[in-house]
């Protein structure tokens, strides 16, 4: 019971911090410490970034999400953990860590997430397809489930949180009335992004998080959160979008940067666009 619950205190994010999140960001930033190939660790708990190495040797930066979903951790609902792997930028000097940490998203080596749901699986991309893997706890370790995954090109399912409809840009409100109309869609919305992700991945569909009035760039991270489920959406046939530009093609400004996100099926989130 020690783990469950806040720990009363609040992230550079203005949210509310979760024992959990907290353990899971501690366990992240002293596993990939040890390693002599990570220089740099962006984590969306901590508002600076860990600087590990300078030298040449830690030519990784991993960024992540240690547990999203966290307003879910209490109602046992599926959470999970999100990361991007960034190369230390050729172009710019060792000791310019934000350089190195800002890069856009098509410049990721690798990406993927673990979702702790009724199994734990992981789904990962290198840049050549998604693969995905299933804990075994008895031995420990992640054993292969499916290769290459591809995400359907069509599914008439949308994952949005419909409450906040009326401050909804209104393109999105227009392709949410069309759907309704059309009367032969499902709405899914667990409110964790991992699990809806992987959800629309298996499934297939679109998940739609647009500028809000409260959160006008819209709420979640570019860095850690869309952009490498963007990259896993590519690699898997799907498209992420801000609906404007494509999510790897943004250059982001800062860390904690937010963005607009309409991830999933191709022909789904063209749908969306086009309102
Ligand atoms: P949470 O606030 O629980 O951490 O990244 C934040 C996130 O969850 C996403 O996982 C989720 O998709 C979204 O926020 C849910 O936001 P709303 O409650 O505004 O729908």
């Given at each position: 019971m020690e783990i469950v619950g806040a720990t009363g205190r609040i992230n550079v994010q203005g949210e509310e911090v979760q024992k959990l999140d907290e353990f899971a960001n501690n366990t992240l930033v002293r596993c990939l410490g040890?390693?002599?190939?990570?220089g740099i660790l962006v984590s969306e708990e901590d508002e600076d970034p860990h600087v590990i190495q300078e030298a040449e040797s830690g030519k990784y930066i991993v960024l992540f999400?240690?547990?999203?979903?966290?307003?879910n951790i209490n109602a046992n609902v599926s959470i999970g953990t999100i990361f991007s792997i960034l190369e230390r930028?050729?172009?710019?000097?060792?000791?310019d860590v934000m350089a190195h940490i800002l890069?856009?998203?098509?410049?990721?080596?690798a990406a993927g997430y673990v979702v702790y749901g009724s199994s734990t699986v992981l789904a990962y991309t290198a840049g050549n397809g998604v693969h995905m893997f299933t804990l075994d706890p008895s031995i420990g370790a992640f054993v292969l489930a499916k290769e290459n995954i591809k995400m359907p090109k069509a599914a008439r399912i949308y994952s949005v949180n419909e409450a906040y409809r009326e401050s909804f840009p209104e393109g999105i409100q227009k392709y949410l009335d069309w759907a309704k109309e059309a009367g032969n869609y499902s709405s899914r919305y667990i409110g964790s992004l991992v699990a809806d992700f992987h959800r629309t991945l298996i499934r297939g569909g679109v998940f739609i998080y647009p500028g809000t009035k409260k959160s006008p760039q819209g709420k979640?991270?570019?860095?850690?959160?869309a952009n490498p489920l963007a990259f896993v959406a590519e690699q898997a046939g799907g498209v992420a979008t801000d609906g404007e530009r494509r999510i790897l093609d943004i250059q982001p400004k800062t860390m904690h940067e937010r963005t607009a996100l309409i991830i999933g099926s191709k022909d789904e989130v063209a749908r969306v666009t086009s309102f």
């Open positions: 040890y390693r002599g190939n990570v999400d240690p547990l999203d979903g966290s307003s930028s050729s172009k710019s000097s060792g000791k890069q856009p998203g098509s410049r990721q080596v979640l991270r570019l860095l850690y959160e």
